[in-house]
């Protein structure tokens, strides 16, 4: 009988087990080993970072934007400033339905079609978790209405926010400039520069004028207040606080009674004027007209507003005294007549017979004398005193065009003055090189002769004319032109002057500065091309007129500005400083489709001159600003 054979191996198995026993509890070891290993990091080496992470679930930093610096004039009236208001604002990402939100808030409060149109381009411009207003400056009723429905409207808060006031409005616009929504743009600019961490917390930057280019010194340095949250987030107490630091304040060389009075003197015309204290540079009015009201654009424009005004043909976004680039026209012949003297190419006592136009050698083209049959026998004295444009002529053909671009550009002509705004427009001093350059093209006689009386390729900004004429009052001292006078600490608050820059002497021979000025003092005399605006004044005036053409007239035609639309009329310039044998004051005034520069700039000047000097007004002129003051 044979025996079954097993069906197991029961030694073999039992070893098996044992083996595959011993493996897990190696592996079982190595895990709890890891295990140990793992939590000796995290609970010895990483004990520090794990606090902190844990403080920091626990503790919120909460930014505080500091209050913005004020902007003031000369005399400390207050042009920009801050007042606290509340405003409704949205974060998408906490709304479950945001169509649903706003029709619920319609319901509480109006909201205009105008503010929902801005809400909307401002919606889209933000990230999903940034709050954007729907409405600003909310009354104490909508507040409270809000704060009893806070539970229908998920999403939407209430907050108190410093909101920037102009009290000066439009005359000021283009001087004091306005702040706005911070956008991607600007991010990254604050990114790129080192200064967002700055601005958590804020909301608005400066985006023209002197809040752009003072943003540094306006906006301050952000504050925290460190908070203890609970689970939900929501704070507790404070534990500490670094408090923000107010931005400083401005105070400007600019008289904002001064600038009303020359914003009223320009009447319904359009144009620029800026006056300088020609000893330090600093800018004592800065007229663009027409401006345009900064306080729109503080909490983002409404977009049909914004369309407006862009596309407007007055243009009242461009500033005209720094952008605006126009011919000079005759108000270049002083600086003209002095380069002709100090190069040796004039004396004063030479002469020349005016017939009424200029022709060049082996040419029959005629260049006219703006008076129908010339001046006579005129010299340099009586070439500037009646703008003779064949004296100029000649002159700039002996002068040659590459002399001539080399000595007016001693006076700035064709470069930025360095003010601090930003946005200046270099204009154009023309020159053979130039031309080769820019439009490969060779420099022709006839655009030299042009050139001797400010015309041609030849474009400058009130700014320069200015600044050009600021030197022939102080004796050749070429300052920066400066708006900002002095800055205020918000913690000492004491004012710390801020001294213009000069950027050179130009040597000019006394006896033939004289000449010029003289020149310019018969301007203003009976005679002279701005007698009329000159009568009856207690103190002395240098000026030059000039006219700016502004379209082509066929040879032998005469201009008639009478059958002219007004835009294509000429402009009108003029340039003068006061009192004539001691300076205190140099003005550039530019009038857009004016016509003659006697007639429409200087009066403009004159208006200026007489409350600068004397403190008269123009046609007894009641100042806004009184007025405001008289409310107070």
């Known amino acids: 009988m044979r025996l079954a054979t097993p069906l197991k191996n029961l030694d ?124 600003s400056k909310l009354s104490d009723e909508e507040v409270a209405i809000l704060a009893a429905n806070r539970y229908r409207l998920p999403g939407t808060e209430v907050k108190a926010r410093l909101f920037r006031n102009y009290q000066a409005g439009d005359g000021m616009a283009h001087v004091v400039g306005f702040i ?6 600007d991010l990254g600019n604050l990114r790129a520069s080192g200064r967002e961490q700055n601005y958590k917390g804020s909301v608005h930057i400066g985006k023209t004028g002197l809040e752009q280019s003072y943003e540094t010194l306006l906006h301050g340095r952000t504050g925290f207040d460190q908070m203890e949250t609970d689970a939900s987030g929501r704070a507790v107490r404070m534990l500490s606080r670094i408090p923000p630091v107010p931005g400083k304040d401005l105070r400007l060389h600019l008289d904002a009674e001064l600038q009303a009075v020359a914003e009223h003197a320009f009447g319904d015309f359009l144009g620029g004027l800026v006056a300088l204290d020609p000893n330090t540079g600093g800018v004592l009015a800065l007229v663009s007209k027409p401006g345009f009201d900064p306080n729109l654009f503080i909490d983002g424009i409404d977009p049909d507003t914004w369309k407006e005004l862009n ?14 680039i126009y011919p000079p026209g005759s108000t270049i012949k002083p600086f003209m007549a002095l380069a002709g003297l100090e190069l040796g190419v004039r004396k004063p006592s030479d002469s020349i017979v005016d017939p009424g136009f200029y022709s060049l050698p082996n040419s029959r083209h005629r260049f006219r004398d703006w008076k129908v049959g010339g001046h006579g ?50 204009g154009l001093l023309p020159s053979r090189d130039w031309k080769q350059r820019r439009w490969k093209k060779p420099w022709y006689p006839g655009e030299t002769v042009i050139a001797g009386i400010g015309q041609g390729y030849h474009l400058t900004t009130p700014l320069q004319l200015a600044a050009a004429t600021a030197m022939l009052a102080n004796g050749g001292k070429r300052i920066e032109p400066r708006l900002v006078q002095a800055v205020r600490d918000p913690l000492s608050h004491v004012w710390q002057p801020q001294p213009g820059a000069a950027r050179g002497q130009l040597a000019i021979d006394p006896a033939n500065l004289e000449v010029v000025r003289a020149g310019m003092m018969d301007v203003m005399r009976p005679g002279g091309t701005a007698a009329a605006a000159a009568a009856g004044a207690p103190y002395t005036i240098a000026g030059k007129t000039g006219t700016a053409q502004v379209v082509g007239i066929k040879q032998g035609a005469r201009y008639d500005a009478s059958r002219l639309a007004r835009q294509y009329r000429d402009h009108a310039l003029f340039i003068a400083y006061a009192p004539a044998d001691a300076p205190k004051i140099a003005i550039a005034v530019m009038v857009e489709n004016g016509g003659h520069g006697g007639s429409t700039a200087a009066p403009i000047a004159r208006a200026v001159f007489d409350y600068y000097l004397t403190g008269k007004r123009p046609g007894g002129m009641k100042l806004e600003l009184e007025a405001d003051d008289a409310a107070d």
């Open 12 to 135: 073999r198995e039992l070893s098996h087990f044992h083996g595959r026993l011993k493996v897990g509890a190696a592996f079982v070891a190595l895990l709890a080993m890891a295990l140990l290993v793992r939590a000796f990091y995290l609970q010895i080496v990483q004990h520090e970072h794990y606090i902190q992470r844990a403080e920091n679930n626990r503790i919120s930093l909460v930014p505080t934007a500091p209050n913005r610096g004020l902007i003031v004039d000369r005399n400390e009236r207050i042009l920009a400033e801050n007042y606290s208001a509340y405003t409704l604002e949205v974060t998408r990402a906490q709304t479950h339905d945001l169509e649903a939100t706003l029709v619920e808030v319609g319901k509480l409060i109006e909201i205009t079609p105008g503010q929902l149109r801005r809400f909307r381009r401002l919606l889209a411009e933000s990230h999903e978790f940034e709050t954007v207003p729907l409405k």
């Open 377 to 426: 026998v005129v010299d340099m004295r009586r070439s500037i005193s009646q703008s003779c444009d064949i004296y100029y002529y000649r002159l700039a053909v002996d002068m040659g065009i590459d002399r001539m671009h080399d000595y007016l550009a001693k006076f700035g002509l064709g470069e930025k003055t360095g003010i601090d705004l930003d946005g200046e427009s270099s």
């Open 180 to 185: 706005g929504r911070i956008n991607d743009r």
């Open 311 to 324: 596309e407007s043909p007055e243009r009242p976004m461009v500033n005209r005294v720094l952008r605006g």
